[in-house]
Nanobody, 121 residues
């Protein structure tokens, strides 16, 4: 069974870059057929799909976030990462990584427990 664990900074100042990493066990980000995804859930709102990287390295982004989001991976560590540039307090959310069968939060798969990131000065 695939297991995912997020690690993040907890607190980020406005205008800085938010970086979150997902460590995968029980599966391979280069051979298992999943969309290795990033999802966030702001307070009081539903989950928002942010982007994903496939096993072949192809990357997709949410159009609304594409201009200041980057997804990358470290295959030697079986990790993938999210960077969100020029953050504002509206980027405060629980950030989840997931291994999904499609490019939607409704698709089946495995989720990490999530990591809270707060954007505040």
């Amino acid at each position: 069974q695939v297991q995912l664990q997020e690690s993040g900074p907890g607190l980020v100042k406005p205008s800085q870059t938010l970086s979150v990493t997902c460590t995968v066990s029980g599966g391979s980000i280069t051979t298992d057929y999943y969309y290795w995804s990033w999802i966030r859930q702001p307070p009081g709102r539903g989950p928002q799909w942010m982007g994903a990287i496939a096993s072949d390295g192809s990357i997709w982004y949410s159009p609304s976030l594409k201009s200041h989001t980057s997804i990358s991976r470290d295959t030697s560590k079986n990790q993938f990462s999210l960077q969100l540039r020029s953050v504002t307090p509206e980027d405060t959310a629980v950030y989840y990584c997931a291994a999904l069968k499609g490019l939607s939060t409704a698709d089946e798969g495995y989720w990490g427990q999530g990591t809270q990131v707060t954007v505040s000065s």
